[in-house]
């Protein structure tokens, strides 16, 4: 498998579960909404945001099929392969999704099947994340079948997916003033992320720690190389949401996400690394 080929499916495993978590913020802010109201029919026109992020997510992961005829067997392995399962959850997100914010956009709603379509969605897009979160548990590749990669999956998805939603908010806030929309939602929503984030990590290490891949993430530091601690980034970031200074929480949490991609693209590149596995674990048995 090619550079490229691993940038697309890393693109997927980023941007899917960052677009599903930030539709289900918003979709909560709009399911609390029991009026008509501009801020809402603005919310709900932004959500094709969160959805476009995550269909230009599965367009990159399709690049690596070589073929649009190769579809038919990644179709065709549903019930049996979790990468087929993947794919089904995505696409059936995006079809709910995306057939809410078309009704939504032409026509209006009753609010009790906006909260129920709204509902249905936010169940898609958790399934989503649970599936992207599996499909690197392969028996067969050591250092990917660990309790820590799923739940390492899980945190960047609590993590990013608030980002975005700060963005998508920032962006709204050149129409409307109102400070208590999505922010404190979104905020809230990082800092669980990045809770979950330590969590998994400490008990990745726990569960891994007899095994050769669970000494050489501890003797090498891993995990605090891919996700260092960034408490005062939240403290920062909450400063700016309080202060109403929206413009930078959006560059901000925009320059933090890139900074998280970056590192997570330099730990994929070396879990591919047999040899210098190889080599870190013979140097702590």
Do not use: K
């Amino acid at each position: 498998m090619g550079t490229d080929f691993r940038i697309a499916l890393m693109l997927f495993t980023v941007l899917a579960p960052a677009g599903a978590i930030a539709f289900v913020l918003m979709s909560v802010r709009i399911m609390s909404i029991v009026q008509r109201t501009p801020i809402r029919e603005r919310m709900e026109r932004c959500l094709v945001l969160p959805i476009g992020l995550c269909l230009v997510g599965l367009i990159s992961s399709a690049t690596h099929l070589g073929t649009p005829d190769n579809a038919l067997y990644v179709l065709a392995g549903i019930g049996r392969s979790p990468l087929s399962e993947e794919v089904l959850a995505a696409v059936v997100f995006i079809a709910i999704s995306w057939l809410y914010w078309l009704v939504a956009f032409v026509r209006q709603i009753p609010l009790h099947v906006s909260r129920a379509f709204l509902a249905l969605a936010c169940v898609a897009a958790f399934w989503l994340v649970y599936r992207i979160s599996t499909v690197y548990s392969i028996p067969t590749i050591p250092t990917w079948n660990s309790p820590f990669i799923p739940l390492e999956l899980w945190s960047v998805a609590l993590t990013s997916g608030p980002m975005v939603c700060l963005a998508i908010f920032a962006w709204m806030q050149r129409s409307f003033r109102d400070g208590e929309v999505v922010a404190p939602r979104a905020f809230y929503g990082f800092l669980v992320g990045s809770a979950f984030r330590r969590l998994s990590s400490a008990w990745g290490l726990r569960c891994c720690r007899t095994r050769s891949l669970g000494c050489c993430l501890a003797r090498t530091g891993w995990p605090a190389t891919c996700f260092p601690s960034t408490e005062p980034r939240f403290l920062r970031l909450r400063r700016l949401v309080r202060s109403g200074r929206w413009r930078r929480s959006c560059r901000f949490a925009s320059g933090t996400a890139l900074g998280r991609l970056v590192r997570l693209r330099r730990c994929c590149w070396l879990l591919r690394q047999p040899s210098s596995f190889a080599f870190r674990s013979t140097l702590c048995i």
